[in-house]
């Protein structure tokens, strides 16, 4: 696909001198003649050309815009017969499930659960959050979450209860006990449709934990993938309070023009994780091989190989520096959304230099102690502030986290431009500057960063997660050619609940129960 922001610059010129100039023979031949010689400088030495400001500014207030969607709109509604999910009597039993991680990492979790319950036609009950081991609070999916409004949206989809329903048996009355299994890492659905189904059906619930990664994320089935869109998209809203501070900021630093936002992972358990120790000094080495030990998979790392072959975050500095090349001046507004930092204030230091208009939302919020600023929370409304803002640029992007499912949940919400650095091409020339060859530094940069989508529609390619790119699935085209690429008919939602309801009807018609209490 071809859009105006992707054809080089040098062409769009020209193309506007070509409508300019209308003169005689002689003159278009000369106008004619600069275009071929622009587009062959550019061919030649495309760095060189964007070295101008002009054409920096340029290309830089393109960026603040949404990507060219070329016709293509989210839509995660079923595209073939959906059928409603089982009532009480049909259910093949309750699911539980254990959600870990961080916040992202968690939200995947949630949307594989209730792809599991709709595979194993059984009645999901209201996923855990293991936020105690992570965050070191006590909150769990009613504090962070809209409890009614994700029954309400799921409707269609699954049944959902609060709890596990209490038995009675020889006079007494207690809760339906479950089977305690570990899915294998990625299952594939053939282990649900077995395994996972033959435990519960034998014990009437199962409880799967921890469940991070537990499903496979390519799935041969459009509508069940269609289906992880509208659990994250559309069910997985975050509490009024949340919501509100979020929206807060957002408008806040909108009031005074457009803001980017850059989720800087320079953390102790990042750092640890990629082996990422050889810029530390000897006491700060040692705290980051300690916690790896106690934390990760003993295995040998060699820390400037890993910085070659970009397995580590950008620092704060290299991040100043790659906006600075890109044309981004010191007026830029940013607001970073990160844990604690670590390595002190002189990684900042450099950072703040170039960019001193950085806000965070403890600085930028009402200044009053909020409790939906802190642990869990506080991560919730860093997302919904990174979703809300012009530009989005992560440090580091990994499996079902922040970054990668906060870049699918942009491309949902309307093609929001995402700058992703290309770490592995970018680590080379940061090192040549490190030992003093820093000629052409800025030049090298640009190469990298012009050369991306932004956020524009794109086909994913291993090892880019479904969560980070869900199109085509859960988009379609106003006009398209291709019958699985059209939209769906605007009256999907009245045929769900049709087919719904005449669901309730039989159950009530049958002596059944309310299909999801809420509280």
């Not at 089982?86 to 870990?100: H, M, Q």
């Not at 053939?190 to 033959?198: D, I, S």
């Not at 909020?370 to 929370?377: F, I």
């Not at 580091?396 to 700058?419: C, E, K, Q, V, W």
Request: aromatic share 10%; hydrophobic share 35%.
């Amino acid at each position: 696909m071809v859009t105006s922001r992707s054809r080089p610059i040098s062409m769009r010129r020209g193309e506007a001198l070509l409508r300019r100039h209308r003169g005689p023979a002689r003159l278009l031949f000369a106008v004619a003649a600069l275009v071929t010689g622009t587009i062959w400088l550019w061919s030649s030495s495309f760095v060189g050309l964007l070295g101008t400001y002009r054409v920096q500014d340029f290309v830089v207030n393109e960026l603040w815009r949404t990507a060219d969607s070329n016709g293509w709109r989210a839509s995660s509604s079923p595209r073939t017969y959906w059928h409603p999910p089982p009532t009480e009597s049909e259910s093949n039993g309750y699911l539980r499930v254990r959600c870990n991680g961080g916040l992202t990492q968690q939200r995947s979790a949630i949307c594989n659960a209730v792809v599991v319950a709709r595979i194993m036609n059984a009645t999901l009950v209201l996923p855990e959050l293991d936020t105690n081991s992570f965050w070191h609070d006590e909150s769990g999916f009613i504090d962070i979450y809209d409890v009614p409004h994700f029954i309400k949206t799921l409707k269609y989809d699954v049944r959902i209860v609060m709890s596990v329903p209490k038995t009675t048996g020889r006079g007494k009355t207690k809760r339906l006990k479950a089977y305690k299994m570990k899915p294998p890492r990625d299952a594939p659905v053939t282990w649900y449709r077995t395994t996972a189904l033959e435990k519960i059906r034998k014990h009437g619930a199962i409880y799967l934990t921890p469940f991070s990664h537990r499903l496979a994320e390519e799935i041969d089935d459009p509508e069940l993938q269609r289906l992880r869109c509208r659990v994250n998209y559309h069910a997985l809203q975050f509490k009024s309070n949340i919501m509100k501070t979020s929206s807060d900021i957002a408008n806040k630093l909108h009031s005074e023009g457009h803001f980017m936002s850059i989720h800087l992972r320079f953390e102790l358990d990042m750092l640890a994780y990629a082996g990422c120790i050889d810029i530390f000094t000897p006491e700060e080495q040692e705290i980051l091989l300690r916690y790896r030990e106690e934390h990760f998979q003993n295995k040998t790392l060699v820390p400037p190989d890993r910085r070659f072959i970009g397995k580590c975050p950008l620092t704060p500095e290299e991040v100043g520096l790659t906006l600075r090349a890109m044309g981004f001046g010191n007026t830029t507004r940013i607001y970073l959304a990160s844990g604690k930092l670590f390595g002190g204030k002189r990684f900042m230091k450099p950072f703040k230099a170039m960019f001193p208009r950085l806000e965070n939302h403890s600085i930028v919020g009402s200044g009053k102690p909020e409790e939906n600023t802190r642990g869990l929370a506080g991560s919730a409304v860093d997302y919904m502030v990174c979703l809300l803002s012009d530009i989005f640029i992560p440090t580091y992007d990994g499996p079902s986290n922040f970054a990668n499912n906060l870049m699918g949940h942009r491309l949902y919400y309307g093609f929001r431009t995402t700058i992703t650095p290309n770490r592995k091409t970018l680590a080379p020339i940061f090192m040549d500057r490190a030992e003093g060859h820093a000629s052409r530094f800025e030049e090298r940069v640009r190469q990298v960063m012009f050369n991306t989508h932004f956020g524009a529609p794109h086909k994913r390619i291993h090892p880019e997660s479904f969560y980070t790119n869900s199109w085509p699935e859960c988009f379609c085209q106003t006009k398209a050619r291709n019958l699985a690429d059209r939209c769906p008919p605007d009256n999907v939602n009245d045929v769900l609940e049709s087919q719904f309801q005449n669901r309730v009807d039989i159950e009530e018609l049958a002596g059944g129960t309310e299909i999801a209490k809420v509280y």
